[in-house]
């Protein structure tokens, strides 16, 4: 791992350097800068971000991390003394830095394999109605009849796009959270 302070981030931070920088990082588990300004947090966020094009992760708990929050592609803010302006500002909420763990490995697994299902169900469902209407136009010849009745068109959506989703997203765990946690190695995938 590297540790770095504030005093030599801002030297690291020049634009001669940080292709050096970058390097170093990208040879180490885990990079901590300590006593670093806000803006310094934003801009090494943002380096690391689009010059490796890497997914990056900031957490923070104060006031002072609510710019590397909003600058990181995820954000999590955790809940304590220092107010809640890092909340605010983030895209997920805890408590203590122990639940970040559970976040990634459970919570972030649930989320991505619910999200990708239901992106395929939202195409399954509009390719099957719109393939419908097709075969319907040749059935009429192309007139421009209506095949259903605009009650009957809103309950097909009303049925068929919020209530998998819901039911779906509240039942859906395709591992558990026991064994989520036990092998870390799944999240990779």
Not at 9 to 18: A, C, G, I, K, W
Not at 31 to 40: D, E, G, K, N, S
Request: a neutral charge.
């Amino acid at each position: 791992g590297l540790v770095i302070d504030g005093r030599t981030l801002e030297h690291v931070l020049h634009d001669s350097l940080q292709n050096v920088f970058l390097e170093l990082t990208e040879k180490c588990r885990a990079v901590v800068c300590c006593q670093a300004t806000p803006l310094q947090k934003s801009v090494l966020v943002k380096l690391v971000r689009n010059k490796l094009k890497a997914m990056t992760l900031a957490v923070g708990d104060g006031a002072n991390d609510v710019s590397m929050i909003q600058v990181a592609d995820t954000g999590v803010g955790i809940s304590g003394q220092e107010g809640m302006q890092a909340v605010m500002a983030s895209d997920f909420a805890i408590s203590q830095f122990r639940h970040l763990r559970k976040l990634l490995l459970v919570h972030g697994h649930w989320c991505y394999t619910r999200l990708t299902n239901m992106v395929l169900y939202f195409f399954y469902k509009n390719v099957t109605y719109v393939n419908l209407l097709f075969w319907y136009q040749f059935f009429c010849g192309f007139s421009g009849t209506s095949m259903t009745d605009y009650w009957i068109l809103i309950l097909f959506n009303l049925l068929f796009t919020s209530m998998p989703p819901i039911i779906y997203g509240v039942l859906d765990k395709d591992v558990s959270a026991e064994i989520l946690m036990e092998l870390p190695q799944l999240y990779t995938m």
